[in-house]
C-alpha cells in the first residue's frame, strides 16, 4: 500500500444497504442449487426438495390401540360391573405381527395386544382393564361403542396423501413421518459447498505462536461456523498471505470448486487491492458493491462472478459477522433452501444515548437487562474489533441510516442472537476487574449465574440507582478525604468489602533508564529528565488516572495523550516498547514480565442495594469470601468484612 | 403372550409422572460423562467443559480500526477545513502485519492501514476522509482526541481474563472468540452414545417391503433423530423380533458398548416380558418405574443398569416421543452437559371441550389458529398411532391428572414444537379430501401457504362461523331436499364450487358372492342374503354413511358397527378380507384394486365468508381450477363454476 493509492482509494462509492442487497441478489438465481437423496439418518436439519405423498396407508390395517379383547360391540352393548356380558375366547391370540386366522364371532372375544390386526367380524376392542377372566370364561365390564379402540387402516395417512411439502425443514417428528410409510431415504436440497478464505500477512493459524505485528485468524473459523449454522458446507481454505500468485489460485480453486467464495481481511479501503483484482478475473458480472453504507462493515465487498456469490467481508470479525448476517446470510439460505431465519425480536429501553453516524445503517450490540420500568438495552461494543462483545451481548439494536443518534429513554427493538434471553442470577455493572472471574467462579460451584457488564464505576453506579443491576463493582477514590468508595454511595446503598490491588509503576527490567531505580518518584523523576522517554497514560475517570495525576503533579511528559482504557493495555504497550513506562497493577506487571514499584493499594469493593438482601446476592457475598484463595494467588488482597 | 398373561400383567403399578422422573433422576448420577478436546470445525452445538480464560492480549499490540495516520492529537489540536494542521510524512507505511519501525515524532505522520500495529509516540490516528495531500504534505482537516481510532492491546479481552465459562453452548460467536485468542481446541463435553433397539416381530425397516400384519419402524429412526437434537450420538441397532437370543445379545452389546439404552415396542402390559427381563439382568437397580401416568405413553418402563439409564418406550411413535422428550431426554442433556431445552409457551383458548383422564398427565397435540378473540388451539391428535399428526400440531397442551377435561374456552398455554408458529396464508378446517392436495400445490406454486385441519364438515363450517379459518371444505347432502351443501351454508357464508366424488360399493374382484354383480341394489341384496357375507360401515356423520343407511333402507348386516372414519380404511378393509363390502370413492377403489360400482356423485365444496374476498381466498379459488387436470387424473369430476 502507498499513500497515494490510500488517497485515490477514498473516493469509491459507497452504496445504501439497501441498495447494495438489491444489486447483490439481482446478480443471483435466488433459488435452492439442486436436490439430492439422503437416508433416514442424515435427515435432520436438511430442507425437502420435493413433496412427499405417502406411498402405503398408515397403518396399514386396522389395529387395536388398547391391550384387549377384539370384540363385536353388539355383544358387550349394556355391559357393566354389575352386570358384566359373559364371552367364550377365540382359540387364538393376536400379538403384534399376527396375521389373524380366525374370525370373531358373535359371543366371542379374541385377546389382541396393542398394535395387533383387528381380526375379521370385530368391530370393537375391549380394553383388559375392563374385563376379568372366570372359570374359563371372559367378564366384559363394560360396553364399547362400534370403532372403540381401533385405529383405522389409513387413518394416521392414507396412501396418495400428501406427508410433507417441499420446502419443510425436517427434524426428528418429520423423520419419524418418513419412516412410518416406509420411505427409507428423502431428496432434500443439497447443502452449498463455501469456501473460506482468510487473506491477510498479519494472520496467524489458532494454535500457532504469534508472531510481532501479527494477529490470529478469527474470521475463518467464526465464518465457517456461521456457515454451518445456515445450513452450508464450509470449504476451508485458510489464512492466506497477501501473495499473489498464492492467493490467485486459491481463490480461482475455490470459485471453480465451490458455491460461494466468502474472502475476508483485505476490504478496507486502504488495504492492497490484490484481492479486488482477482475476484474482478473471477468473471462476469464481477464486484457490484464495493463499500456499503453499514457500521461496522462499511469496507463489504460483493460480486457475483459466473452465477455464483463471491463476497469479500471486512477483516474485523464484528464486521465480518453483522455483514454476513444481514446481507450474505439470506442469499446463501435461498440457495440451501432454507428458509428465512426466524429473526426474534424483543422490545427495550436504551438507558443513554447511543450516537450514530447519519447516513450508515448501524449495528449496536447490546446486553439485556430488567429494570424497574422494563427491559433495558445496554451497549456492550468496545470497537469493531472485539470479538468477545458478543459474550456479553444478547442481540443488537439497528439504528436506521437516517437517524444520528437514539436518544436515552428511547424504546427501541432488539435482534436477540439466540431465541431466549440469558437471565442471570445477578447482574453486576461497573468496574471490571480479573478478581471478578475468581468470585462468579465460586457462584457457578451454586449453580448461580452472573453477567457481567464493564461500564466503568460510576456507571455501574448510575446503573445500580436506576435499579438495573445488582451489584456494582467500584474504586473509586474521594482525594478529599483520601477513602475509597464509601463517599460515592449516596443513599439506599451499601458496600459489600472486595479487595485491595497494589497499583504501581512498571518499566521493562532491561531499560538503562530505569536501571537502579528505587521508588516510584525516582522512576518519575528520571522518565522526566528524558525527552525520548514516552509514557502511557489511561483514560479519564478511571481510578488509577488519579494515581497518575498526583504522581506527575501537573507534568504532561510525551506519551500523556495516550491513554488507553485498562491495565494490560498499559502493560503491553511498555512490554511492546511503545511506551517505556506506566501504571498499572502488580498481576498485570507480572503477567507481563516488567519490573513493577509499588505505589498504593486501590480498593475495589462492591455497592449494592441496603435493603433487601435476596438469596443470590446473598451467595455473592459468600463467594467473595471463598474466593479469596484465588485472589490471592492472583495478586490481590482480600479486603475481609468491612 | 397368554391370555392369563395378559391377566396377571393388568396388576403392574401405575406411578405417578413425578414420582417416575424422581426414581428415574434418584437412579442416576445427573452430571456430564466425560469431556474431550475437539478442533475448532466440530465445535458448534458442543458445550465447553471447562471455562476458558485467554492465553493472549487481543487484540495484542495497540493497533487502528480506520485507515489513515498515525498522529501525536497534539500535532492536529485545533485543526479544521479551513485551518488543516500541516504534517510530514514518516518514511514508512504501516500495513497489517508490519511491525513498525520508525516512531512518530512531533510534526510527523505515519500512513497505516487498518488493523495495523500503532507506532511508538503515536497516540490517535485520523481518518484518511480527514486528511488530503498537496505538495508531499499531509492536511489534517479534523482534530483528534488522544486515543481516537486507537483499539488498544488487551481492550477486546486482557490475557488471564475469562473468555467463555464452563456450560456454554458454543456457536459461531463462540468459535470467533476462541480463534481470536489463538485457541485451536476447546474441552467440550463429550456425547453420551445412546443405542437405539426397536423390537417387535412386526417391524419392517423402511425401504423393506411390509409384509401382512406388519408396520414400518418409525421408532428407531424417530428416536435417533431426537437423540441428535439433543446432543447424543444415536448407535441404530435396528429393528430386531422378538426372539430371546438375538434380542438378549443386542441389549447386552448396547448396555457395555453405550452411555444408555432405549429400547421401543413391547412395552404395553400384554405384550411379552421377553424385553423386560433383559433389562432386569443388565444389573442394579434395574426396572424401577414399568407404567406412568401419562397419556399418551402410560407403557413407559424406566429402567437403571449399573449407572446406565434403560429405557422402554412405548411402541406408538407419539407416545414414544412425548415421553422420550417428556422424562428421558432432559436425564440425556444433563449427562451431555447441555442446559434444559428452552421450551416456548403461548397462550391459546381450546375452542371445544377436550376430555382427558382422571389421574393421568395428558398431553394434547394442537394446531393454533388466530380466532376474532385472540389465538385458538385445535387438539389434532389422530390417535396415539398416528405420526402424522405431527405435522399438522404447532405443539402440544398438558392436561393435569387433577383434571378430567379441559371445558371449551379454556385459557391454557401451548407448547410449541419449534420456537415459531407457522403462520400459513390460509386455514383450511373441514373435510379432507385427497384431491385438496392438489390444490394448495398450486397454491404453493404461488408461494401461498395452507394449513389444513381434518374436523369432518360440521366441524369445518362451526370453526369457519367462528372465524377460526378461512375456508370450510364440506360435503353435506340435505336429504330434504337432495342438494348439496347450499342448505348448511346459514347467513354470511357463500361456496367455492369444489369436486364432484363417485361413491360406490367396493368387494374383491375374486369374491364369488359378489360374481357377475349387475347394480348396487343387487349387491346389496345379494350381501344381505348371507349371514357370513360382512360390511364395513362409515362412521356416524360422515356423508357417505347417509348414503349407505339409504341404501340399507334399515337393515343393520352383520359388520355394521365397523365404522372407520375415512374412504381408505373402507377400502383396506375390504381388500385385507376383514370385510367383504363397503362404500368408498373411485380413486380409493382403484388404488385398492378393488372392483367399483359406482353409486351417486357427492359434492366437494369449499364454504367461505360472503365478505370480504381477500389476496389469498382469490389464489385459493384460482387453484382450485388450475387443479382441474390434476383432480381429473385423480378421478374427480371439477365442478367448474357454480
Not at 166 to 187: D, F, N, Q, W, Y
Request: charged residues 20%.
Amino acid at each position: 500500500m502507498t499513500s497515494s493509492a490510500l488517497v485515490q482509494d477514498q473516493f469509491l462509492k459507497v452504496l445504501s444497504r439497501e441498495e447494495a442487497i438489491a444489486r447483490f441478489r439481482g446478480a443471483l438465481e435466488l433459488r435452492p442449487l439442486g436436490a439430492e437423496s439422503v437416508r433416514l439418518e442424515g435427515l435432520v436439519g436438511r430442507v425437502l426438495a420435493e413433496t412427499v405423498a405417502a406411498p402405503v396407508d398408515a397403518p396399514p390395517f386396522d389395529r387395536s390401540v388398547v391391550d384387549g379383547f377384539a370384540v363385536l360391540a353388539s355383544d358387550v352393548a349394556g355391559a357393566s360391573e354389575e352386570s358384566p356380558a359373559w364371552l367364550a375366547l377365540t382359540p387364538e391370540t393376536i400379538a403384534c405381527g399376527t396375521q389373524p386366522r380366525l374370525p370373531v364371532i358373535a359371543g366371542h372375544a379374541t385377546p389382541i395386544a396393542t398394535g395387533g390386526p383387528i381380526p375379521r367380524g370385530a368391530d370393537a376392542v375391549v380394553m383388559i382393564e375392563h374385563t376379568r377372566f372366570e372359570n374359563g370364561r371372559l367378564a366384559v365390564m363394560r360396553a364399547s361403542a362400534p370403532g372403540q379402540n381401533i385405529s383405522f387402516a389409513g387413518s394416521d395417512i392414507a396412501r396418495g396423501e400428501t406427508l410433507l411439502r417441499r420446502g419443510t425443514l425436517l427434524g426428528s417428528r418429520e423423520v419419524g413421518m418418513l419412516a412410518a410409510v416406509g420411505a427409507a431415504e428423502a431428496k432434500v436440497w443439497r447443502k452449498p459447498r463455501v469456501a473460506v478464505i482468510s487473506t491477510g500477512d498479519e494472520l496467524v493459524a489458532p494454535g500457532e505462536a504469534l508472531r510481532p505485528a501479527a494477529i490470529y485468524d478469527s474470521n475463518g473459523p467464526i465464518v465457517a461456523a456461521a456457515l454451518e449454522e445456515n445450513g452450508c458446507e464450509p470449504v476451508r481454505f485458510g489464512a492466506i498471505p497477501d501473495v499473489a500468485t498464492a492467493l490467485a489460485a486459491a481463490i480461482r480453486e475455490a470459485h471453480a470448486t465451490c458455491d460461494a467464495v466468502i474472502l475476508s481481511g483485505g476490504t478496507s479501503k486502504g488495504a492492497g487491492d490484490l484481492t479486488y483484482t482477482m475476484v474482478e478475473s473471477l468473471g462476469w458480472p464481477g464486484i457490484i458493491a464495493h463499500g456499503v453504507a453499514l457500521k461496522p462493515g462499511k469496507p463489504l465487498c460483493l460480486a457475483v462472478c459466473e452465477g455464483k456469490p463471491v463476497v469479500i467481508l471486512p477483516g474485523f470479525p464484528t464486521s465480518a459477522m453483522f455483514t454476513f448476517h444481514d446481507i450474505v446470510a439470506p442469499v446463501l439460505r435461498i440457495l440451501a433452501g432454507l428458509p428465512e431465519r426466524a429473526e426474534i425480536g424483543v422490545p427495550a429501553r436504551v438507558p443513554t444515548r447511543i450516537p450514530s453516524d447519519l447516513g450508515r445503517t448501524e449495528f449496536v450490540m447490546v446486553a439485556l437487562a430488567e429494570g424497574p420500568e422494563g427491559r433495558v438495552a445496554h451497549p456492550v461494543g468496545k470497537g469493531s474489533g472485539a470479538v468477545t462483545a458478543f459474550a456479553q451481548a444478547d442481540g443488537f439494536l439497528t439504528i436506521d441510516a437516517l437517524s444520528d443518534a437514539l436518544p436515552a429513554g428511547t424504546q427501541t427493538e432488539v435482534t436477540l442472537f439466540a431465541p431466549h434471553i440469558a437471565a442471570p442470577s445477578l447482574t453486576i455493572m461497573g468496574s471490571h476487574c480479573v478478581g471478578l472471574d475468581a468470585v462468579i467462579d465460586r457462584l457457578s460451584d451454586r449453580g448461580l449465574t452472573a453477567r457481567s457488564l464493564a461500564l466503568g464505576s460510576l456507571g455501574g453506579l448510575s446503573a445500580l440507582k436506576r435499579g438495573e443491576c445488582d451489584i456494582a463493582p467500584i474504586h473509586l477514590l474521594d482525594p478529599q478525604s483520601g477513602t475509597y468508595n464509601t463517599p460515592f454511595l449516596g443513599e439506599g446503598l451499601r458496600l459489600v468489602p472486595g479487595w485491595r490491588r497494589m497499583q504501581g509503576l512498571v518499566h521493562r527490567a532491561d531499560d538503562p533508564r530505569f536501571a537502579g531505580v528505587g521508588s516510584v518518584d525516582d522512576l518519575v523523576a528520571r522518565a522526566l529528565a528524558d525527552p525520548d522517554c514516552l509514557m502511557v497514560n489511561r483514560n479519564q475517570g478511571a481510578g488509577t488516572r488519579v494515581l497518575i495525576d498526583l504522581l506527575l503533579k501537573g507534568a504532561k511528559p510525551p506519551g500523556y495523550w495516550n491513554q488507553p482504557r485498562s491495565h494490560n493495555a498499559v502493560a503491553a504497550a511498555v512490554a511492546q516498547e511503545r511506551a517505556d513506562w506506566g501504571m498499572t497493577i502488580a498481576p498485570v506487571a507480572a503477567a507481563a514480565g516488567l519490573a513493577f514499584l509499588p505505589h498504593a493499594e486501590e480498593h475495589y469493593d462492591f455497592a449494592v442495594s441496603a435493603t433487601p438482601r435476596g438469596e443470590a446476592l446473598a451467595a455473592f457475598e459468600a463467594a467473595v469470601t471463598e474466593a479469596a484463595a484465588d485472589l490471592k494467588r492472583i495478586g490481590f488482597t482480600p479486603a475481609g468484612k468491612g
